[in-house]
């Protein structure tokens, strides 16, 4: 592959598979690389592909306005989010949890944190799936939140 053509991956995202980890970087945010116009095989991609690859932080930014109607604290800050996968066509896909198995608010969370996902401009589909490694607890509340609760 030519050498212009290639994209550099963002601090923190693994270059494979463009995954996120949402605990592992200390290094200051950085916006990834812009994705050219013309992918490898010579096509253009979509327009909403061309417009930029969704970042981090506007994702991060979108879910934090999702809120577990039974607790005052957005479910970023509750730990409720465990992955990021961005994509240069400008899917996304969220690994979540919830607080417990027999969450109330199991049906309708990933809903809206999918819904709140695709509102970012340079998302082009989001999905959100449900998983239960490691089991949610306490700890993966941020300070924020456990000041909120007066869990501190």
């Known amino acids: 592959m030519d050498e212009k053509n290639q994209v ?10 463009g995954h996120f980890s949402l605990e592992a970087s200390d290094a200051p945010a950085e916006k ?7 992918t ?11 417009a930029g690859m969704p970042d ?21 800050e509750l730990g409720l989010i465990y992955a990021i996968d961005l994509h240069e066509d400008g899917s996304v896909k969220v690994e979540m949890t919830l607080t417990a198995p027999n969450c109330p608010s199991a049906q309708e969370l990933p809903v809206q944190v999918k819904e709140a996902v695709e509102k970012i ?22 300070e924020d939140a456990r000041l909120a609760l007066n869990m501190f």
């Not at 690389?33 to 013309?38: H, K, N």
């Not at 490898?40 to 061309?50: I, K």
């Not at 589909?125 to 509340?141: L, N």
């Open 8 to 17: 550099e991956p963002a601090i923190g995202m693994a270059e494979e598979t």
């Open 32 to 38: 990834a690389a812009p994705v050219s116009a013309w």
């Open 40 to 50: 490898p095989d010579g096509e253009v991609p979509a327009p909403a592909a061309r």
């Open 56 to 76: 981090e932080e506007s994702v991060i930014e979108a879910i934090a306005t999702v809120y577990d109607p039974e607790i005052p604290v957005n479910i970023y």
């Open 121 to 142: 401009e340079t998302v082009t589909s989001a999905t959100v799936e449900i998983v239960w490694e490691p089991p949610w607890d306490m700890s993966r509340m941020s």
